[in-house]
């Protein structure tokens, strides 16, 4: 028997709850897995408190991510015994996903765990860390280089946000960071951030074009913010556009576009193709520093997921949140 976290849904309200079931009710998968961590991402938030319409079908469980180990393959990738990631392809929306000891999946989900990680480390990036690298990785396909100016990042202080700022800051550029949280900014200066701007300054909508600031930007907020970070940056430069914390809408001009010859780079992680994920959890597991990991992360167990899911779509969590599925 294992220990899982599920949603049911009764009168269009969402339940969240413990409960025990036994590996034959996990969905069909070549890989079964025994599950040492899961994350709570932002996704899952608004999937456990029934917003975003995330789940597709109940009961669910949560979780877009997991590490483990592997327990039995007909996958003749995976051997008993391998650790492994998974992150997105629907897990915690359409299939069954990490927030539970166990979990049975394609083969095709699965990155086999890079040197220089581990089951712990590897959750403290999850689908945030790979998302930030696969920002990082189109800005740099877009020719934005450390030489080129200041990167922006928003949203810093959150998951994506803290990993973006001490990835690209390690890289070499240097960085900006918007927070609506006043008193982050020791935080974001250990993570790299050279610069840190109060998000209400980023939140006025903008005119079509405003004075030159930013070389490229990582966006995880949306609406008003992009719109501004858009107008603000430099001709030929770049913004890599993952999230929606702030609005799924986007009020902007064709300006930046037309007369400035900018890039909006869209990213997804969930659907990101395998090879493209193998190099970027590469990349991870070879560019931050050793304390990074629980700089950035607080652990919390799987009883603990329902409430936390609430403080973070508030906006008041820093970092990356963890789940120990063994954990009491
Ligand atoms: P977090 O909740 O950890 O961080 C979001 C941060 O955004 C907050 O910490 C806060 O940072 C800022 N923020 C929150 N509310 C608002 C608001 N109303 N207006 C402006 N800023 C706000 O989430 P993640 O970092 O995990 O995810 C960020 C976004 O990226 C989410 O929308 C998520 O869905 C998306 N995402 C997309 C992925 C993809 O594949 N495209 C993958 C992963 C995430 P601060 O206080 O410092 O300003």
Partial sequence: MFKALVLTQSDDTIQAALDEFSDDVLPQGEVLVDIAYSALNYKDALAISGMGKIVK????????????????????????????????????????????????????????????????????????????????????????????????????????GSIAVQLLSRLGYRVAAVTGKADMASYLQSLGAQ?????????????????????????????????????ETHYGGAVAACGLAGDYRLETTVMPFILRNISLLGVDSVYCPPSRRRAAWQELSERLPENFYTQISQTISLSEVPATAKALLSGDIRGRIVVDVRAD
């Fill in 195 to 231: 610069q840190i701007l109060a998000r209400d300054t980023m939140s006025k909508a903008p005119r079509p074009l405003e004075t030159q600031r930013w070389a490229g930007a990582v966006d995880v907020v949306g609406g008003d913010v992009l719109a501004r970070v858009l107008a």
């Fill in 57 to 160: 079908s109940f009961p669910m469980v949560p979780g877009i991510d997991f590490t483990g180990t592997v327990l039995a393959s007909q996958d003749a990738r995976y051997r008993v015994g391998d650790e492994v990631i998974a992150t997105g392809w629907g897990l915690g929306e359409k299939y069954w996903g990490g927030l539970a000891q166990r979990a049975r999946v394609p083969g095709d989900w699965l990155v086999h765990m890079p040197r220089g990680l581990d089951a712990f480390s590897a959750m403290v990036l999850g689908t945030a860390g790979l998302t930030a690298m696969l920002c990082v990785s189109r800005l740099r396909e877009a020719d934005v280089t450390p030489a080129s100016g200041q990167i922006l990042v928003t949203g810093a202080t959150g998951a994506v």
